[in-house]
Nanobody, 116 residues
Framework: QVQLVESGGGLVQPGGSLRLSCAAS????????MSWYRQAPGKERELVAR????????NYADSVKGRFTISRDNAKNTVYLQMNSLKPEDTAVYYC?????????WGQGTQVTVSS
């Protein structure tokens, strides 16, 4: 069964940190570029960070540069998002995405809430 399962979300105070994980199964993980997207209430889903299939290149939304780090472990079929210096505006549902040619796979999302 092809799936992505996110974990690690939760409630954190401003300035805090969280690490999201996304475990992949049912497909050849190392073929796929992996991304994290997020969607806040009333807003469109936006790209947060992307990493190439071998992990050699990454890119980030301007709003998270210097605070978030995407990484992957192809031996564990897992992609991570380390989020530091969190702000209330980072509050959203975070989705894992796998992309390769015309193939797109989405996770179910994990809620991140930044609030005091």
């Amino acid at each position: 069964q092809v799936q992505l399962v996110e974990s690690g979300g939760g409630l954190v105070q401003p300035g805090g940190s969280l690490r999201l994980s996304c475990a992949a199964s049912g497909f050849t993980f190392s073929n796929y570029a992996m991304s994290w997207y997020r969607q806040a209430p009333g807003k469109e889903r936006e790209l947060v960070a992307r990493i190439t299939n071998a992990g050699g290149m990454t890119n980030y939304a301007d709003s998270v540069k210097g605070r978030f780090t995407i990484s992957r472990d192809n031996a564990k079929n897992t992609v991570y998002l380390q989020m530091n210096s969190l702000k209330p505006e980072d509050t959203a549902v975070y989705y894992c995405h796998a992309g390769w040619w015309q193939y797109n796979i989405w996770g179910q999302g994990t809620q991140v809430t930044v609030s005091s």
